[in-house]
């Protein structure tokens, strides 16, 4: 064979090799790319619908991509650096205001907007609105609430979990028990090492105490707040009583190692896998202690949301009408997942579908319907201001600075963060 | 009439030279270098010397990545430096870590090197000395954070069997960082180690046979021979280990996420949660540039002092 007939058969070959390649791709018409933070074994029902869809409408190809929580926010600016972006998103609400301002997200058509508005509770549909634009379509819930070890407090002689903070300290203080060299090893209450484990249950308390952390238009804190100091004070108070301390976090509640914490349901499933059979005789859950008045809490979102370079925008949105819509009166695609994660939804039909009648999941539901938990407010920059404020907060743990100075400095930052979407 | 036979004149006989191909023109001593060095250049322009103009530039940006960047001037640099009430805290923690794995690491590898350089199994002993440093950063801040547990680790166990308090290794704020600098120690020491143990091979035996003769004790030999023979040796860690501690932060990001209180935050750590956290890129490459003039300076004083010590091959 000559030089030149080589060169033929490779160029043919080269050809054919990458129309093969290609096939797949012209095969489907549309394809719409779907990140979340859920793995491939989380993903597993929505998967299953993922199949039904593309089955139900040829020509439509749905491809997940997985990127893990810590690294989602960059996954997201990489890819769209880089033109790559995937058309659907599933956001946590407090991502969402600079990538609104970026004009990353699209907004619903109206349609879309009046099926959340319908079937999604106001406080969820807060989570996923951006200066009264709504952004997405909520997905999974999670809410606060004390988690108390009924049996380290029983063998103390307490049977109920404690109402007031007061009452939380003094519980605190009795089952707390140390080793030979002072060290903590079990904890009347524990915080953790995570910017969540300080700022959101301050904020929880907060809403506790019937204020909210920030002013309604999210441009000033209301860390001044009386409240919010005798808060922060008697978080410290706790540290410097014994009760706790930066050796012990929330993981150590599963292990027995901690009597009471302020959590989010999302917890469940590594409490039932660590308690097994005695999970309902130890794990209880009560509202966030407080100095009476209504009870309160905080609440933080997900949401479904397309990106604005989206080349398939409408497909997008209906593939997402048809996820989060009641199959034959039972759950959604979205809500089997969420269910099957032990997760709750803002989707009301999926929250009524879903068993939630145990002793674990009932007040956590009874809190997102009551309206007790407020939504997360979706502040300007808001994981680097809570990672400020939790800064601050430790500080008041560790003894260094009083309550009132920490939230003074704390609200000198975030305030002057805020400001920056002004301008 | 012309005479036919005599040569042509030199500009003529050029003239008349048949023109270069293409392959004698590329494999000429003037193209051919270039050719081969070019893949080289140009990865060092793509993933060097662009990005670092880049970073330049937009240190002179307000930019989250997403859109595009606004030109505000040296205003980054300007809050960083008198405003920003972190960056000069995480500036003298990472002074701390740095100076922490010089002070602690480099004596101790030298002294470990020169040990082994008269021990039994020195291949051994540096494979196991060597070990932390092929073993992921991730598992070994695990491991450490199970050994300095306060109430549950190993140490304290160790430390209370004996009697004495078990403090807050990774907890208590006033140990926090000194913990970190041991650990960073441990898996810095092999690579230390090897490299004192290069430069100990090359001291000639014979200076120390002199010196014994002369009646040297073994302080002495390791004073007045090994140390002033192995400053390039030294030089080099020192930079390097330097250099490595100043923009370091792989360790306090999994082991303590630069707490507690803050204080084991470094201004590489400040950097990479400025950027990829809180979409500063601008105010992050701002305190990259401002790290990178730091560094430059504290090297050139280095590299100043060891000249002036009689280091003249670096």
């Known amino acids: 064979m000559t030089t030149t007939s080589h060169r033929r058969t490779a160029l043919v070959a080269a050809l054919l090799a990458s129309s093969a390649l290609a096939a797949p791709a012209q095969a489907a018409d549309k394809t719409i790319t779907i990140a979340t933070h859920y793995n491939q074994e989380q993903m597993a029902p929505l998967l299953a619908c993922f199949d039904q869809y593309e089955a139900e409408n040829p020509g439509t190809e749905i491809v997940f991509q997985q990127a893990s929580y810590r690294d ?62 709504l952004y997405g379509i909520p997905t999974e819930l999670s809410v606060y609430q004390l988690f108390y070890n009924k049996k380290i407090l029983a063998e103390a002689g307490y049977d109920a979990p404690p109402a007031t903070w007061d009452e939380l300290a003094e519980i605190a203080a009795k089952v707390t028990k140390k080793n030979d060299q002072g060290n903590i090893t079990v904890a009347g209450y524990t915080y953790g090492p995570s910017v969540a484990n300080a700022v959101h249950v301050f904020y929880s308390q907060m809403f506790a105490a019937g204020v909210a952390p920030y002013s309604d238009d999210f441009r000033k804190t209301n860390f001044l707040d009386p409240e919010a100091i005798r808060i922060v004070e008697r978080q410290g108070k706790l540290f410097a009583d014994g009760s706790t301390s930066n050796s012990v976090t929330t993981d150590d509640f599963a292990a027995n190692g901690a009597a009471m914490a302020i959590m989010a349901n999302w917890q469940k499933s590594s409490m039932m896998d660590a308690f097994g059979d005695e999970f309902e005789n130890t794990v209880g859950i009560a509202p966030i202690p407080h100095d009476g008045g ?25 593939l997402l009408e048809w996820l989060n819509s009641q199959r034959d009166g039972g759950l959604s695609c979205t809500g089997q997942m969420l269910n099957d994660l032990g997760a709750l939804t803002g989707n009301l039909g999926d929250l009524e579908a879903m068993e939630t009648d145990d002793s674990f999941t009932k007040p956590f539901v009874d809190a997102i319907e009551s309206g007790a938990a407020k939504s997360q407010p979706n502040i300007w920059q808001a994981s680097e201001n809570d990672r400020i404020l939790r800064s601050y907060i430790e500080k008041v743990w560790a003894g260094q600075m009083s309550a009132e100075d920490a939230l003074s400095a704390a609200d000198a930052e975030v305030t002057a963060i805020l400001a920056e979407q002004d301008y | 009439m012309t005479d036919q036979s005599a040569p042509l004149p030199r500009d003529e006989f050029f003239d008349d030279a048949e023109p270069l ?40 940006t307000k930019w989250n990545s997403l859109t595009s960047p606004r030109f ?8 960083l430096l008198t405003v ?80 004495l308090p078990g403090p ?45 003769l002369d009646g040297a004790g073994e302080t002495q030999l390791f004073l007045r021979i090994t140390v002033p023979l192995l400053k390039p040796t030294i030089l080099f860690v020192l930079i390097t280990n330097f250099i490595t501690g100043l923009s370091y932060f792989t360790l ?63």
């Open chain 1, 72 to 133: 989602f926010l960059q996954t997201i600016m990489t890819a769209r650096v880089g033109g790559t972006s995937p058309d659907i998103y599933n956001i946590y609400s407090i991502w969402a205001p600079q990538l609104a301002d970026a004009g990353t997200l699209a907004e619903p058509p109206a349609d879309i907007a009046e099926f959340v508005n319908a079937n999604y509770g106001e406080g969820t549909v807060g989570a996923a609105t951006i200066n009264g634009t």
């Open chain 1, 294 to 318: 209504d009870p309160g809490t905080m609440l933080y979102s997900f949401f479904w949301a397309v990106d604005s370079a989206s080349k398939h925008p409408e497909e997008s949105w209906a």
């Open chain 2, 21 to 60: 191909t293409l392959g004698q023109r590329i494999s000429s001593k003037a193209v051919a270098p270039w050719l081969f060095l070019s893949p080289m250049l140009a990865f060092g322009v793509i993933f060097f010397i662009l990005p670092i103009l880049f970073a330049a530039y937009i240190s002179l």
């Open chain 2, 72 to 79: 505000i001037g040296l205003k980054n640099y300007e809050y």
């Open chain 2, 84 to 163: 920003d009430p972190k960056f000069w805290d995480t500036f003298w923690n990472t002074i701390y870590f740095a100076a922490g794995t010089l002070t602690i690491g480099i004596p101790l590898a030298l002294v470990l090197a020169y040990a082994f350089t008269r021990a039994y199994g020195q291949a051994f002993w540096r494979s196991i000395y060597w070990l932390p440093m092929i073993t992921n950063v991730v598992a070994v801040a695990y491991i450490w954070k199970f050994l300095l547990d306060d109430s549950f680790g190993l140490v304290n166990m160790a430390l209370g069997k004996l009697g």
């Open chain 2, 168 to 212: 807050g290794w990774l907890t208590d704020p006033n140990f926090a960082m000194l913990s970190v600098i041991l650990v960073f120690v441990w898996m810095q020491l092999g690579h230390n180690m090897l490299l004192f143990s290069a430069g100990l091979a090359n001291i000639d035996e014979s200076y120390y046979e002199a010196a014994r």
């Open chain 2, 252 to 314: 306090m990001l999994v082991l303590t996420e630069g707490g507690p209180v803050g204080s084991t935050n470094v201004t590489a750590l400040y950097m990479y949660k400025m950027a990829f956290e809180d979409l500063r890129m601008g105010r992050a490459s701002a305190v990259a540039y401002i790290l990178f003039a730091f560094i430059l300076v504290v090297t050139l004083i280095q590299l100043r002092i060891f000249r002036r010590g009689g280091v003249e091959a670096h």
